[in-house]
């Protein structure tokens, strides 16, 4: 495995200096900036849209990763490739109300990354009809929708499954995991073939940011 990707996530972050935030984090070492799209329907919160990420692509030349916890998916993500996103992940789930093919085929055609996410009760076969069509599985450790929440290590089954796949595919796919990701757990989720860690408290809580990221990527 190549070097661990680490995604901050920004819901943690202080949003009365989020410019601020950001510019801390890139120069502790964060490879990437993750997004949580929320609209209060698919997932019983509401975060930021497409607005704030244009925001956040002003101040940060890091790859953006926008994660859409969103029904109609396939209807908002035009604002958010227009908004900088360089990946963008959607839902899997038929809640999300979404023709999951045809969203990952304009994410695609968009320039941007594809992934798809899988909720903590969703099987991993349901995202078997897709292979070849994302680019990268997001494994959600918590249920979607709120930030501090215990990690649940029996979806490290599912990583598993992920990095099999990996191991026989020509074309690979990065394997994210999204959830009380900390020290402890970002071990447990490498060793079972995550290759992405989106952390969000254990980064903006603590006081310094790049032993928080060096200390997730196990250095």
């Known amino acids: 495995m190549g070097r661990i990707i680490i995604a901050p996530s920004i819901l943690a972050a202080d949003f009365s200096r989020l410019a601020a935030e950001l510019h801390r984090v890139q120069a502790a070492g964060a490879d990437w900036i993750h997004c949580d799209i929320m609209d209060g329907h698919f997932v019983d919160n509401i975060s930021f849209g497409p607005e704030v990420v244009r925001l ?5 030349t890091l790859p ?6 969103i029904e109609h998916a396939d209807h908002y993500l035009p604002r958010f490739v227009k908004a900088g996103a360089n990946s963008i992940t959607v839902h899997v789930e038929p809640e999300a109300k979404h023709d ?25 076969e349901s995202i078997e009809p897709f292979l070849g069509q994302f680019d990268m599985l997001l494994v959600m450790t918590v249920h979607p929708g709120f930030g501090g929440q ?30 009380g990701i900390n020290p402890q757990t970002a071990r447990i989720s490498i060793e079972n073939g995550a290759n992405v860690l989106v952390a969000g408290t254990s980064i ?3 006081d310094d940011y790049a032993k928080a990221i060096r200390e997730l990527r196990g250095e």
């Open 204 to 206: 903006f809580r603590s």
């Open 150 to 179: 215990p990690f649940r290590d029996d979806q490290m089954e599912k990583v598993r499954r992920a990095a099999k796949w990996n191991e026989s595919r020509e074309q690979k796919i990065d394997i994210e995991v999204d959830g």
């Open 64 to 69: 953006l990763d926008v994660h859409l916890m």
């Open 100 to 124: 999951v093919l045809e969203t990952l085929r304009k994410i695609r055609e968009s320039g941007c990354r594809a992934g798809l996410t899988l909720n903590p009760e969703t099987p991993i």
């Open 56 to 60: 956040v692509r002003k101040e940060t």
